[in-house]
């Protein structure tokens, strides 16, 4: 099955810098490639996801990049803000699989003000 | 906006107990999803039906049922727990579970069990 490596485990931050987090995944076959934002006690939010047809993606401070030839995908933010804070979940899945979603181990960031 | 409503948002049950988890969904989803997840670890997958069908059970203990009355409303019904069941159960729905296309997942808020 599908397996996703995510890093670091822990970010810590200066608001306004920039923070990237790294996955790489396993199966060649996986093609869709979500991120989602869960802050303490809410739910998984999905802010970003890319297929496997694109290299990159930006939606406003949000940016993801994806090579498939190394199996690795990436976030990017960008000016951080303390509201950022919250842990991020790589995934991957086939979409001949029943949406069935791997999620990597996530990412606790943290942006000081 | 999407939205995926979970009920309870906490329970606490004995290990004898019988009680169930429900999640609705009002977005014309046919694909539902069961999640478990424990403290400071990504969400692992339960259960997916589509179209109102058990399609996926990630070998589940069978302590856990899931039912899917209709469309927009996914049960799990919970007996003979054990304290290791104590998790962040969370509910997600997405187009369909047909394979076809990209279908982004839409979380719920989740029920936090814990079992005493």
């Known amino acids: 099955g599908e397996n996703v490596e995510q890093h670091p485990s822990t970010l810590s931050v200066q608001e306004g810098d920039s923070a990237v987090i790294k996955c790489t995944y396993s199966?060649?076959?996986?093609?869709?490639f979500p991120w989602y934002k869960q802050e303490l006690g809410k739910r998984p939010q999905l802010i970003i996801d890319?297929?496997?047809?694109?290299g990159e993606k930006k939606d406003q401070r949000i940016a993801v990049t994806l090579n498939k030839t190394a199996k690795h995908f990436s976030l990017h933010i960008t000016e951080t803000q303390p509201e950022d804070s919250a842990v991020y979940f790589c995934?991957?899945?086939?979409?001949?699989?029943?949406?069935?979603?791997?999620f990597g181990g996530g990412t606790r960031l943290m942006v000081k003000p | 906006d999407t939205e995926v409503t979970q009920t309870p948002k906490h329970l606490v049950m004995g290990m004898t107990n019988k009680k169930s988890l429900k999640c609705e969904q009002h977005?014309?989803?046919?694909?539902m999803y069961w999640y478990k997840q424990k403290a400071k670890k990504p969400p692992e997958l339960m259960f997916v039906?589509?179209?109102?069908?058990?399609?996926i059970n990630e070998s589940v203990p069978s302590r856990f049922s899931p039912e899917c009355p209709n469309s927009s409303l996914l049960n799990l019904h919970l007996h003979a727990l054990q304290p290791e069941d104590s998790a962040l159960y969370l509910c997600?729905?997405?187009?369909?579970?047909?394979?076809?296309?990209?279908?982004?997942?839409?979380f719920g808020d989740g029920t936090r069990l814990s079992i005493l």
């Open positions: 997600a729905s997405s187009q369909d579970g047909s394979g076809v296309g990209y279908q982004p997942q839409h």
């Open positions: 199966d060649s076959a996986s093609n869709y």
């Open positions: 890319i297929r496997s047809n694109v």
């Open positions: 995934a991957a899945s086939m979409n001949n699989a029943g949406n069935m979603l791997t």
């Open positions: 977005m014309g989803h046919r694909a």
């Open positions: 039906y589509s179209y109102e069908k058990l399609s």
